[in-house]
């Protein structure tokens, strides 16, 4: 398997099999940053796809981050998202008397409070360190080197237990894949 410093070579020298291959591996963990940001399901999937069109148009300037794009990509999709609801919230504004765009709105924001009680019951449930990596890496967008600096443990184990913090975040989370 190719290493994500390998692939971004690659991909700055205009492979787009290298770069699918980014976009595959790191897709899911930017569309829950996305989400953590906008709170809705169709919007954190133009979000992300948003961070992955700006990591391509700025593929020459990217570096990889403890040996990864994953860190580079969560902070681009963090910040897209922002600017995505300081748009929205400027929209919002502007259309206060549509009631049809308000009920929309609402809805939105159930669905996103449903989705957001579901992760904080499934981070409940992980150890009090993968607590604290989930809340650091996942949440904050901290590197596994930061995150491990932070906690007093190798990068390695940073890496490992990630990895395990996200397949037991998707084993209790089942009940929305409907939803993501």
């Given amino acids: 398997m190719s290493s994500d410093v390998d692939l971004l ?3 700055q020298r205009g492979d787009r099999d290298a770069f699918a291959t980014l976009y595959d591996r790191h897709v899911r963990p930017v569309y829950w940053q996305a989400y953590s940001v906008v709170r809705g399901h169709e919007v954190a999937e133009e979000v992300t796809q948003e961070a992955f069109v700006t990591m391509w148009r700025r593929i020459r300037d990217i570096e990889c981050v403890d040996d990864s794009v994953l860190p ?21 504004h502007d259309d206060i008397g549509d009631d049809v765009a308000g009920s929309g709105r609402t809805e939105l924001e159930a669905e996103a409070r449903m989705v957001q009680e579901e992760i904080a019951k499934a981070v409940r449930n992980l150890s009090p360190v993968d607590q604290q990596l989930y809340a650091l890496c996942l949440e904050g967008g901290a590197s596994y080197e930061q995150a491990a600096r932070e906690l007093g443990v ?17 084993a209790d989370l089942r009940s929305i894949r409907g939803i993501s």
Wanted: proline share 0%; no cysteine; aromatic share 8%.
């Fill in 9 to 11: 070579g690659r991909a």
């Fill in 72 to 92: 580079w990509l969560m902070v681009t999709a963090k910040f897209v998202g922002y600017n995505t609801v300081r748009r929205e919230q400027r929209r919002a």
């Fill in 154 to 170: 190798s990068h390695g184990a940073v890496r490992n237990r990630l990895h395990r913090v996200r397949a037991a975040l998707r």
